[in-house]
């Protein structure tokens, strides 16, 4: 995150930080930071917000994107490199297992119609 005057900034909220990621998020985080000076006190510097982007149903988890805004255009592959590289983990959201499923029909589809030619 980019701080007051684009200084780069870190913070860790407890609460936020038990929300899990999706490469198809339904909420966003923004953190709200002031151009304070050491030991102002401002009350609202250093703030993050969670926020719906789209219908959140009743017991639906809330996710969001832990990764760069363009990382929701990138494709599969892409995506879970950098999440693996940059935040350790291979992610298996609903997004990714549907693609990974689309990309494993479409691969056995190929096989079963190579097949298919080759006993003619």
């Known amino acids: ?13 407890s609460l936020i930080a038990c929300v899990n990621h999706s490469c198809r998020p339904n909420c966003d985080v923004a953190g709200t930071w002031s151009a304070q000076k050491p ?10 917000t969670l926020t ?3 219908a959140v149903a009743a017991g639906e988890e809330c996710v969001y994107n ?15 490199r950098y999440l693996s590289e940059k935040n350790g983990f291979v ?19 190929v096989s079963l119609s190579l097949a298919s030619i080759e006993d003619k």
């Open 52 to 54: 719906c982007v789209s």
């Open 91 to 109: 992610c298996r959201c609903e997004r990714c297992r549907e693609e990974e499923s689309n990309k494993d029909a479409t691969t056995c589809t």
């Open 66 to 80: 832990y990764g760069p805004r363009e990382l929701l255009t990138w494709n599969l592959e892409k995506r879970r």
């Open 39 to 48: 030991g102002s006190g401002d009350a609202n510097d250093g703030a993050a």
């Open 1 to 13: 995150m980019a701080g007051a005057a684009g200084t780069a900034v870190a913070a860790v909220y």
